[in-house]
């Protein structure tokens, strides 16, 4: 069992950046994928990034280039770096895990990102 809690969301001017961690709780966390999804107002849940037990990662192409998820297997927590902000990356940001990025067994509660143009 692993439980996720996001925090470090916030509101934040176009052009900013932000770097909410995710903190993980059961001692199978350092085996599992992890990933950053977002879902803005009146849009699905999509995935943003991904990174795997070993430290590889991929991105969605919106995101290539400013955002980038790291991992710290001692602290159980990975982290979403998000810089060159645009008021189209405002939504509620939702860390996840399990096997494989793509479908997450474990979510967290969601943190919300407003950027402001």
């Known amino acids: 069992q692993v439980q996720l809690v996001e925090s470090g969301g916030g509101l934040v001017q176009a052009g900013g950046f932000l770097r909410p961690p995710c903190a993980a709780s059961g001692s199978i966390f350092s085996f599992t994928a992890g990933a950053w999804y977002r879902q803005g107002p009146g849009k699905q849940r999509e995935l943003a990034a991904g990174?795997?037990?070993?430290?590889?990662?991929d991105y969605a192409d919106p995101v290539t280039g400013r955002f980038t998820i790291s991992r710290d297997n001692a602290k159980n927590t990975v982290y979403l770096q998000m810089n060159s902000l645009d008021p189209e990356d405002t939504a509620v940001y939702y860390c996840g895990a399990g096997s494989n990025w793509y479908h997450p067994a474990y979510w967290g509660q969601g943190t919300q990102v407003t950027v402001s143009s």
């Open positions: 990174i795997t037990p070993g430290g590889s990662t």
